[in-house]
């Protein structure tokens, strides 16, 4: 005896749309050919068969004319009430409102930024504050005299300083 084969699960999903002609001229001729070679999957479509039938002997239950009216003036009600966001003006609003908050955020954005320019960037009075001790001492840094010894002391600015008071000291500063 031939070993059963097994169905696969999206085949053994298509057996209701294969029943109630929902699948495609190619989907219906694959699905065919796999009834043809599988007793298994030909059963389960036999017993959905058989289910279909049986469910079509059972009694359809009718609507009461109370639901019916009920229904009926749940969708005239419904059909009265606009559909408020496709009208023109909450369209223009909403447009509004979203270009409102782009400027806003780009206004904030360009004062932050400003802000942040002003405060942070040191500017050319900041760089001169910077060196004014080198401003103050720069008689004395000249009577010096040798311009390669003060590139010397460049890296180290703690002799610089004691370099500056004892120039100080020297002229009675």
Known sequence: MDKLKRVSVEHRDNFVAYLDGEL???EAKNLERVLADSPVARKDVELLVRT???LDL???PQATVEFTQKTMATIKLSDLKPDVTQT???RRLHLSIIAM???GVLAVTGLLAYAGTSRWAPTEDDLLLKDLQVIKNL???SQVGQHEFLKRLQGQPILLEQIGEEVRNAHGR
Do not use: I
């Open 58 to 60: 059972l009694p359809r």
């Open 139 to 141: 008689d004395d840094y």
């Open 101 to 103: 908050a782009v400027a």
């Open 52 to 54: 279909y039938d049986m």
């Open 88 to 90: 023109v003006w909450y």
């Open 24 to 26: 495609s001229p190619e």
